[in-house]
């Protein structure tokens, strides 16, 4: 059983939309801080998004903040990031994970704190 399951990503034109999930098995999302990370070609994995467990705060980075949204699904225990105004520089495998700690503020959203990983979903952004 794998513990995420990252889907919905797809070639999209610039400004449009996509919905990413991210679906978790065997273990309650509400337990855990929740984050979207993105890797374009050549680059390093990036923080991009993150929902803290303790008070439901959301984080994002100054380049997607306003155009993406982290939210939760409880009776699904799904995770989704919601990307809307998508530009070509948003081209990545986009990753979605999970830690029992972390999710303070948009500038440590670190992939080395996070444990468990979904296994990516191509989002391509081209006219």
């Known amino acids: 059983q794998v513990p995420l399951v990252d889907s919905g990503g797809g070639l999209v034109h610039p400004g449009g939309s996509l919905r990413l999930s991210c679906a978790a098995s065997?273990?309650?999302?509400?337990?855990?801080?929740i984050a979207w990370f993105r890797q374009a070609p050549g680059k390093e994995r990036e923080g991009v998004s993150c929902?803290?467990?303790?008070?439901?705060?959301?984080y994002s980075i100054a380049s997607v903040k306003g155009r993406f949204t982290i939210d939760r699904d409880h009776a699904k225990n799904t995770a989704y990031l919601q990307m809307d105004s998508l530009k070509p520089e948003d081209t990545a495998v986009y990753y979605c994970?999970?830690?029992?700690?972390?999710?303070?503020?948009?500038?440590?959203?670190?992939?080395?704190?996070?444990?468990?990983w979904g296994q990516g979903t191509q989002v391509v952004v081209s006219s």
């Open positions: 994970a999970v830690e029992s700690w972390g999710c303070v503020d948009e500038y440590t959203i670190y992939p080395q704190d996070y444990g468990t």
């Open positions: 065997g273990f309650n999302l509400d337990h855990y801080n």
């Open positions: 929902s803290s467990r303790e008070d439901g705060s959301t």
